[in-house]
């Protein structure tokens, strides 16, 4: 099954995309997630996209969609994947419809408030394996600790409030035009991300397995 999670930063869509990719088999792609492995590296590549980052813009599609065509294309996606923050603009939805890469199934799209997106992501903490928390809704049993590594939990340079607003600004003008698009192809599956983490993932494995 080829997935896309579409939704505002801030929706859950990492969190969900990590869960759901584990009940249907198939690998989670989070293009955020390659990049910042590519700035701790230190890669060409992550040199690039960092101060984009930072600043809570985009970085530049042909950086991106050359990433996102090799990483679908190894043996583990043959089967199905989660893209999960890609497409995020017109010129990627259309780069991903002419790859090779075959039809998308579904695309699940995220609902969710702004000011609940801004609670999520200022209470976000994380260490540098990818195991995320939040403050209030999902606290480490010790204080700034990873329960899975004991590593130092941070906040991600991008999730501070003034970034986080200038975030939303380019996913509006941005990635929401690929609501019609998607909408047009007939995929769009809206799920209203609110509630119980597991409650979510259910509905989203039940809609996609339907
Ligand atoms: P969120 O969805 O919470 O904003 P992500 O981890 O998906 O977080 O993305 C973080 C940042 O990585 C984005 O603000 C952007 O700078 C960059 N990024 C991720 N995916 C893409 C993409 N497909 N195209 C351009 N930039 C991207």
Redesign the pocket.
């Known amino acids: 099954m080829r997935l896309i999670f579409l939704g ?4 859950g ?2 969190t969900q995309a990590h869960r759901v990719a584990e009940g249907l088999g198939i690998p989670h792609i ?4 390659m ?2 492995a590519n700035i701790a590296s230190g890669t060409a590549l992550g040199r690039e ?1 960092a101060t ?2 930072n ?7 042909a ?2 969609i050359s990433m ?1 065509a090799e990483r679908i294309t190894a043996a583990d996606a043959a089967a199905g994947f989660i893209l ?6 017109l010129a ?1 939805a259309l780069a991903l419809e002419t790859s090779s890469v075959g039809t998308i199934d579904r695309v699940v799209l995220f609902i969710v408030d702004e000011d609940e997106i801004v609670r999520r ?1 200022d209470g976000r903490r994380g260490c540098n394996q990818g195991h995320t928390y939040h403050l209030d809704d999902h606290p480490p049993s010790q204080p700034g600790v990873c329960d899975v590594d004991g590593e130092p939990l941070v906040q ?1 340079p ?1 999730d501070s409030e003034v970034v986080i607003r200038n ?1 939303l600004k ?2 509006r003008r941005e990635t929401e035009p690929l609501i019609d698009f998607y909408d047009e192809r007939g995929l769009i599956l809206e799920i209203k991300a609110l509630g119980p983490v597991q409650h979510i993932t259910r509905q989203i494995l039940d809609a996609v397995r339907a």
Request: proline share 11%.
């Open positions: 505002p930063p801030g929706a869509k990492g989070s293009t955020g997630d990049l910042r996209a984009r980052m600043a809570g813009e985009l970085v530049p599609d950086l991106v996102l999960d923050g890609f497409p995020r603009n990627q992501i991600r991008d975030r380019v996913y």
